[in-house]
């Protein structure tokens, strides 16, 4: 598994293709993304002051995007925490499994694309932020 820390979460520079009618990003798997994609799925009507994410993942890795307006992300690793603002269509946040995220400050319009390593499963995730601290204890003593 790749080192569960926020230092290996990165901001990715997607490819863009630049045209002057506008611009097209094209992501394939094992060429322009760090791991397989085997879902889609994307956040959109996003009321003012909401939160979403609150919650880590076992084995999930994720890209995200912010194909439209802005948000932030907050990522934790039970050690440390580091805050990214995502506000452009060619960047993507790599998330690496086991850590806690938090999106908030979503800009009116926002719509936040997450492209995941697996299919949808609840067992995958952690949602008690106490659960996700013995997790990562448990994963440091083996
Ligand atoms: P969740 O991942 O907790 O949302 P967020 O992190 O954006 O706040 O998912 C919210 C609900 O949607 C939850 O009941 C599970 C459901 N869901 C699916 O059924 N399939 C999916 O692929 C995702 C991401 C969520």
Redesign the pocket.
Known sequence: MTDSSIYNCNVFALPKIHNRAGNITALNNSVDLPFDTE?V?Y?YDIPGGEL????AHKELQQMIVAVSGSFDITLDDGQNKKTISLNRSYYGLHIVPGIWRE?SNFSSGAICL?L?SHK?D?DD?I?NYNEFLNYKSLLTCK
Request: charged residues 30%; hydrophobic residues 30%; glycine residues 14%.
């Open positions: 879902r799925y956040l979403r994410g609150g919650h999106l997450v995941a949808y609840e995730y949602r």
